[in-house]
């Protein structure tokens, strides 16, 4: 195990060092098969061009695994581009672990190169729903011309149970973990490397977001899933530096715990939503990214979700 976390303790490799990319920079290695790209905190912007999260890849010796295919086209082409410096086996798989924008607009890029691409069932609704205004979004928070990202189209393996796919000598598998920060959220296990790309199920540097399409309970119960792995593996977050579980217990799980129990007692009293959302004490969190931001908007949600959970 030792010479595993080593993996962690080494400067990070830096690939392609002439490569001067325009939106990513080279991703960082992890594991012997296990690549991530770590972005900055922060919205989308013409600035950043919209890379705020992680991304990452799997290498086999027989074909590559995608991990979320970006926010563009344009993030989509570089990733391929940094991809080939590491190796010239076919992209044969692109795995959306969950329904936003930045997980699945590069998705056509990929296609296009003979990648399948695969999500969750639950996701599947909202990709070909709102694929489209996320592309027209995506164009004009970014500033490109129109038509210039692809929508999504229906995934090619949409996932109902537990799936391993295999890229030669190294297996990945990919659990279901339902509804929590959006619909239809995977988690992408790689057994060999101790690895998990967990997506948006973990947050440490910033506060999480709830989203109106999210759901508290469930990602509780989505964290609780992720410590039955063995071998304390390395977790990828959706955003955020890659760590131990440990890592995220505070600013993941006891902070959605907090905003759940805050507001099921609120609402079992009959508080008023605005007089919960000010009776919640968030100081243990306000020193992640974008809290200021994010609060507020968190603590209405969920009031709004266990309101409508004690009326089922």
């Known amino acids: 195990m030792w010479l595993t976390r080593l993996f962690i303790l080494l400067p990070w490799l830096s690939l392609a060092p002439a490569l001067m990319a325009e939106i990513l920079p080279p991703p960082q290695q992890l594991a012997p098969h296990s690549y991530v790209w770590i972005g900055p905190y ?6 950043n061009h919209g ?3 992680n991304l990452g890849f799997v290498v086999g010796s027989d074909a590559v695994a995608v991990i979320d295919s970006g926010y563009s086209s344009g993030m989509a082409r570089e990733m391929l581009t940094h991809i080939r410096a590491v190796t010239d086996l076919p992209v044969r798989y692109v795995i959306n672990t969950n329904s936003q924008p930045h997980r699945i607009l590069g998705n056509a890029v990929f296609r296009g190169q003979g990648a399948e691409i695969i999500a969750a069932s639950e996701a599947v609704p ?10 027209d979004t995506a164009e004009r928070i970014l500033e490109l011309p129109d038509d210039s990202i692809q929508p999504p189209a229906r995934p090619d393996m949409v996932l109902e149970e537990t799936t391993e796919i295999d890229l030669g000598e190294i297996a990945l598998e990919i659990t279901l973990a339902g509804t929590a920060h959006t619909a239809g959220s995977l988690i992408v296990r790689v057994p060999a490397d101790k690895v998990i790309y967990a997506g948006d199920l973990l947050y440490a540097g910033r506060l999480l977001a709830v989203l109106p399409v999210s759901h508290v309970g469930n990602w ?3 964290f609780d899933r992720l410590r039955s792995y063995p071998e304390d593996p390395l977790f990828v977050p959706g955003h955020g530096e890659p760590g131990m579980l440990s890592t995220f217990v505070a600013p993941t799980y006891d902070y959605l715990v907090s905003l759940k129990e805050h507001m099921d007692n609120a609402v079992d009293a009959g508080i008023p939503m605005q007089d919960a959302i000010d009776s919640l004490d968030q100081s243990a969190w306000q020193h992640l990214a974008d809290f200021q931001a994010l609060a507020g908007r968190n603590a209405h949600r969920t009031y709004l979700e266990r309101e409508a959970a004690a009326f089922e």
């Open 126 to 135: 909202r990709i070909l729903e709102e694929g489209p205004a996320m592309a």
């Open 42 to 47: 922060g919205p989308p912007t013409p600035d």
């Open 51 to 53: 890379f705020r999260m």
């Open 220 to 222: 509780i119960a989505a």
